[in-house]
Nanobody, 124 residues
Framework: QVQLVESGGGLVQPGGSLRLSCEAS????????MGWFRQGPGKEREFVAA????????YYSDFVRGRFTVSKDNAKNTVYLQMNKLNPDDTNVYYC?????????????????WGKGTLVTVSS
């Protein structure tokens, strides 16, 4: 049974940083891409970043490129999202997701597995 468990969310001041973790279990993810999505109240779930598990290739949405970094630790079966220079617009529930490669478009509807999410609140 595949499980994706996010952690690391919390309250942070504008300009601050957080690192989210997603621990994956239940199968081998070498043929998968691991993605981060986020969703605010009344909004659609939107793509943030992704990493191909085998190759390590990374992908970012325009609104986080240069501020967020996605990485992985194969030994721990864990994917990370380092978030810097956070602003109030980054306040969302952040979800980890996985989908089998290849991926033409990181659309939330195309992901195969989801975690339950972790809340990030950016506020002074």
């Amino acid at each position: 049974q595949v499980q994706l468990v996010e952690s690391g969310g919390g309250l942070v001041q504008p300009g601050g940083s957080l690192r989210l973790s997603c621990e994956a279990s239940g199968r081998t993810f070498s043929g998968y891409a691991m993605g981060w999505f986020r969703q605010g109240p009344g909004k659609e779930r939107e793509f943030v970043a992704a990493i191909a598990w085998a190759s390590g290739l990374t992908y970012y949405s325009d609104f986080v490129r240069g501020r967020f970094t996605v990485s992985k630790d194969n030994a721990k079966n864990t994917v990370y999202l380092q978030m810097n220079k956070l602003n109030p617009d980054d306040t969302n529930v952040y979800y980890c997701a996985a989908t089998i490669l290849p991926v033409s478009d990181y659309d939330a509807n195309g992901m195969d597995y989801w975690g339950k999410g972790t809340l990030v609140t950016v506020s002074s």
